[in-house]
């Protein structure tokens, strides 16, 4: 796509953009007056200018990250910097506590300033070394907590057990279909048709069987727009 085009493309994107927000205003109106959903007429004009101006509104919105991510490391910037400061004043308050008044507590009218003692404790540094320990004391069991459920191996587990009823059934109704045509053939664009009503047919089916704490999300249809503008 050549500079020029690119230009006029983004030129006509803008104007778009500002026509569809009259257009989608004109449209709440006719709701509100026809109490109620009122169409209105559409054509291929119309939708490429939508189709626009919903490209121009995208690019506007990766610009607007790109703005707002400076302004974030602008600011992370200036609360690191407070940060960097209040662990400078910590440093010299706790050393006039520690050394100046003798570990005593200070009492301000702002505020107070002591050393707090925090208990010992004791942490684990090398799991593997640990795990040895305990399986030589006959005691690693009783430190092991049962493993997360692999949800990923689950959910295949039973996508792989629908994918293989659907086969069987799809194998048996294409295998009809050939005997039934008289050029003993059917052709793919036919065999993924098959595969869908199969599946639309035996989706219920297997969601009635499914097990307690596993549930089915049913195929749906969404939008999707592919812009040629890069």
Request: overall charge negative.
């Amino acid at each position: 796509m050549s500079a020029e085009l690119l230009d006029a493309l983004v030129f006509e994107g803008e104007e778009a953009a500002g026509s569809l927000q009259e257009m989608m205003a004109e449209m709440l109106g006719n709701v509100e007056q026809g109490g109620g959903y009122v169409r209105s007429e559409l054509d291929e004009y119309t939708i490429r200018k939508m189709m626009l101006a919903r490209e121009y509104n995208k690019k506007d919105i990766e610009k607007m990250k790109a703005m707002k991510s400076a302004i974030m490391r602008d600011w992370d910037r200036r609360i690191n910097k407070k940060n960097e400061d209040i662990a400078a004043i910590d440093s010299i308050v706790d050393n006039f506590v520690r050394n100046d008044n003798k570990g005593k507590k200070l009492s301000l009218d702002i505020g107070t300033a002591y050393l707090q003692k925090k208990p010992h404790k004791i942490k684990v540094e090398n799991e593997d070394e640990v795990r040895q320990h305990f399986a030589e004391q006959n005691m690693l069991e009783k430190f092991i907590k049962p493993g997360p459920l692999d949800t990923g191996l689950s959910e295949k587990y039973y996508m792989n057990e629908f994918e293989e009823i659907v086969s069987s059934i799809v194998e048996l109704e294409v295998d009809r279909e050939k005997q039934l045509s008289e050029s003993k053939k059917v052709t793919k664009k036919r065999e993924k048709e098959i595969r869908e009503e199969v599946i639309e047919r035996e989706l219920p089916k297997f969601k009635e069987k499914l097990p307690n704490g596993f549930a089915l999300t049913m195929p749906t249809e969404s939008l999707t727009i592919r812009s040629n503008i890069k």
